[in-house]
């Protein structure tokens, strides 16, 4: 009975650490799925809040409308006492206190609805400040997890394929020097281009003062000295 319970118990060990396991190689997979859960019971408890803020909205104006027929009724009967109609004076008296009651119950409706929407929002805040800082935290794991995983590949590719990197290198050398032959080819086939154009020629005898006329402000000026002078 002894070994019987050894071995279950042994067996209840291994899927404990087998449930683990998995546990653990789909943490951040379980975190990012419960953030997202945490995410739509804020949303939930949001659209609730709204309920019980809306209806101390209609407690508040239910107040507004019983305390203003109050009053409006107080002051018929003290009109009606003015004109020494006691008895409508007391029928106005009866109906005001029809609607006190009314009245007490709605101002204690509105207090509770008002002390469980501060509660809930509240609650809102506090679990939405902690649903930011797990999904900041989610954030920073996600990007560690990537890390490290890029790591461990850059890793194991440099140690198992160093000569495929060298290889790769080299590769690349080539084309880097190819494709600067072709850079010099194109730029001394527009010198050379350049040189045989006439616009090169052209401009090159200007330069040197051959050819065309080179006017200047000095030269304008001794011609029209010349010609005053004749």
Do not use: C, W
């Not at 789909?26 to 209806?55: F, G, P, S, Y």
């Not at 000026?221 to 010349?226: E, G, Q, T, V």
């Amino acid at each position: 009975m002894s070994l019987l319970k050894k071995i279950f118990t042994a067996v209840r060990g291994g899927a404990r650490e087998a449930g683990e396991s998995i546990v653990d190689a789909n943490a951040i997979r379980i975190l990012d799925q419960e953030v997202k859960d945490a995410e739509t019971h804020i949303a939930k408890a949001k659209q609730d809040l709204t309920t019980v803020m809306a209806k101390e909205m209609q407690s508040n104006r239910e107040i507004e409308r019983l305390t203003k027929q109050i009053k409006e009724y107080e002051g018929y009967a003290i009109e009606a006492l003015n004109k020494g109609d006691e008895a409508l004076a007391v029928e106005i008296a009866e109906k005001i206190s029809t609607i006190e009651p009314d009245l007490a119950m709605q101002e204690e409706t509105k207090v509770s609805f008002s002390a469980h929407a501060k509660r809930l929002k509240d609650l809102v805040k506090k679990t939405e400040r902690q649903l930011n800082e797990h999904k900041r935290q989610l954030t920073m794991v996600k990007t560690t997890d990537s890390v490290q995983k890029a790591t461990a590949a850059i890793s194991d590719n440099f140690t198992n394929s160093n000569s495929k990197m060298m290889s790769a290198s080299e590769s690349l050398q080539r084309i880097k020097q190819k494709q600067k032959n072709f850079d010099d080819k194109l730029h001394a086939a527009e010198i050379l281009d350049s040189e045989n154009s006439d616009t090169s020629l052209d401009t090159r005898m200007k330069q040197a003062g051959i050819g065309g006329n080179i006017s200047s402000a000095n030269s304008v000026l001794d011609r029209l000295k010349a010609k005053k002078g004749a």
